[in-house]
């Protein structure tokens, strides 16, 4: 299948994790990807360099996504480079779990700088950038729904990223474009299983209907599905995707 053809794909922090899985997976239906990355480069680039290994088209550019001029730069190279962009993936984020007793301002003002203000950097520049009809994938989190302590501020920017996904879908639907947020349960990835030891990470499996974690690729699938144009009546939706978890 080559659902995506023609399509040209921005994916912030694709350089590992699930961003990677997603630009491989879009790569794969036919899209051309851009891999966004902050600090990886070598990773973005091995990323690059196995998609066109595997017969695919995508860039790597470097763009640190709270800050706003980098990510106009950004969608400036990417649109100068491949001549639009129809679909946003905001991958990028990272997760500080601490008690909020324990939360430093420096903690918050980085959680909140990259998930949230990162993701309202590339929606403005959406806003006007993206292609008519494209799409506009978010990254929340099921921890929206579990609230498990330690996940405080956390929760917080994903919460923000709902909340931001629901009202710039109003916004921008006048132009055809769709936009909507995905909740992933667990997912094995260096943000998840750094620090966690296997005994916990097997409790956390049993908290899902499959008993094990998600994949890169579970999550992948789905956002290649919401970056079709099968997906167009889909907006403003927050969805879970977390094997019956919550
Ligand atoms: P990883 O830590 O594996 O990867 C994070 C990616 O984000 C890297 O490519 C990193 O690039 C990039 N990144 C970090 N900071 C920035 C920045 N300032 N600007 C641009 N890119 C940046 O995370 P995951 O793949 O696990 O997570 C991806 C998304 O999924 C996140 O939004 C996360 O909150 C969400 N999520 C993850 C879950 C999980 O269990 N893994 C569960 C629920 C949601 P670089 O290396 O270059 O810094």
Redesign the pocket.
């Known amino acids: 299948m080559n659902t995506l053809a023609s399509k040209v794909v921005l994916v912030?922090?694709?350089?590992?994790?699930?961003?990677?899985a997603v630009a491989h997976k879009l790569a794969a239906e036919g899209a051309k990807v851009i891999i966004?990355?902050?600090?990886?480069?070598e990773?973005?680039d091995q990323t690059v360099d196995s998609i066109k290994q595997q017969g695919g088209d995508a860039i790597a550019l470097q763009?640190?996504?709270?800050k706003a001029d980098e990510v106009a730069a950004m969608f400036d190279a990417a649109i100068a480079h491949y001549g639009k962009i129809d679909v946003l993936v905001n991958?990028?984020?990272?997760?500080i779990t601490k008690l909020i007793k324990d939360t430093t301002d420096e903690d918050f003002i980085r959680q909140f700088d990259?998930?949230v203000r990162?993701t309202f950097n590339t929606m403005r520049e959406a806003a006007t950038k993206l292609a008519d009809k494209g799409s506009v994938i978010n990254?929340?989190?099921?921890?929206t729904r579990v609230l498990t302590p330690t996940y405080g501020s956390?929760v917080a920017t994903?919460g923000a990223v709902e909340q931001l996904t629901r009202v710039f879908a109003k916004e921008v639907g006048a132009r055809g474009i769709n936009v909507n947020a995905v909740?992933?349960?667990?997912?094995?990835?260096?943000?998840?299983t750094k620090g966690k030891s296997q005994e916990l990470i097997d409790r956390l499996n049993s908290l899902n209907a499959f008993n094990r974690l998600?994949e890169?690729e579970d999550?992948a699938k789905v956002v290649a599905f919401l970056a079709s144009d099968d997906a167009k009546w889909i907006s403003g939706q927050i969805i879970g995707l977390n094997g019956a978890m919550a």
């Open positions: 912030t922090g694709a350089s590992r994790g699930i961003g990677a966004n990355y902050a600090g990886g480069k990773a973005a763009a640190d996504v709270s991958n990028a984020g990272i997760m990259i998930n990162g990254f929340s989190s099921t921890q956390y994903k909740q992933p349960g667990p997912v094995n990835t260096e943000l998840f998600g890169p999550i």
